[in-house]
């Protein structure tokens, strides 16, 4: 025997998807807001929640989750290191044989002195190198000194790679992923 | 130019040092902050203000993950040494240009792009090659093994120098 649908609840299914659009947009606000940064006040929650229509517990919730999902990967204080003077920025390019490059890559990764460290595709002729990691350091002298232990510890003397010390920083801010409508910051 | 050391006291660096990652989700974070680090709420926000201002900080808050948040690209353009600033101008005025460097070599600027998606990020680049007159190096990440900037900072290396 069917139960009769309750009057005004005939299409749950249009209702449901109209909260969610609404919803999905109050979110994606949200992670515009949070792209550049939280309010320095007593309650950044709450003052994020009155911008995008959503309730301060709402926001927290929707962070929680973000971090659980991993798309957020850390929450805290984004460091401009070079302004602290950590300036020996260094990205060492590597053209290791595709076979290699992902247990080359591995074994970089361990290592405390490298913060970044990604396989990225060779364009031919004019790029011939395929594994990238950076060294951060306060001496340029010794980026050199750990990269040459590097090198030595993981075998890496017959490896073609170049160094690319940083200059100047013409930018360095967070990414700005989330979709923009017209009327809102591009936030560059 | 950057700062010196010296202007960061123990508050400052035991903020850095405790909170480039898990900052406390609840409503008051800063007043959480505060109490672990025997601090006041207001003295927490005071000071992560002037570490703003003095672009130390870059912002207080999320580091999204780059391949779940959408799109984003790193690329590389070689331009006469001379105009390099001229360049790097032009640049920045793309949007979703998060990081701009000039490094030591042909290729001499680096930058990331980021967007909601592939398609933008591929005609953004495609229209800047044609403003700066350059083929663009388009090196997206394949395979990540290791990315965490929220490194600890070397403080006493940094009173040496």
Known sequence: ?188 | MHCQSQDFDTLDRRLIDCYQRDLPVCSRPFHAMAERLGASEEQVIERLQRLETLGVLSRVGPVFDHALAGASLLAAVAVPEEQRDAFAELINQVPGVNHNYAREHHYNLWFVMTAAEERSLDERLTQLETTLGRTILRLPMLESFHIDLAFAIPWAELEGI
């Not at chain 1, 290791?96 to 074994?107: I, K």
Request: glycine fraction near 6%; charge should be neutral.
């Open chain 1, 1 to 188: 025997m069917t139960t009769p649908m309750p009057l005004g609840l005939e299409s749950p299914l249009a209702l449901e998807s109209a909260c969610q659009l609404s919803e999905s947009d109050a979110h994606r606000r949200l992670r515009v807001l949070l792209e550049q940064g939280l309010p320095l006040t007593p309650r950044p929650w709450q003052v994020l929640a009155e911008r995008c229509g959503l309730e301060e517990a709402e926001v927290m919730a929707c962070v929680r989750r973000w971090q659980e999902e991993t798309l957020i990967k850390r929450l805290g204080l984004v460091v401009r290191h070079r302004r602290l003077g950590i300036d020996a920025n260094a990205m060492v390019v590597w053209n290791v044989p595709d076979d290699q490059v992902a247990r080359v890559g591995q074994s970089l990764a361990q290592e405390s002195v490298v913060t970044l460290c990604y396989r990225r595709p060779r364009r031919l002729p004019e790029w011939p190198f395929n594994l990238f990691c950076m060294i951060h350091g306060v001496q340029r002298e010794q980026v050199l000194a750990q990269l040459e232990l590097l090198v030595h510890r993981h075998g890496l003397a017959e490896i073609d790679h170049q160094v690319l010390f940083s200059q100047h920083a013409y930018r360095q801010c967070g990414g700005r992923y989330a979709p923009r409508r017209s009327d809102e910051h591009p936030g560059a």
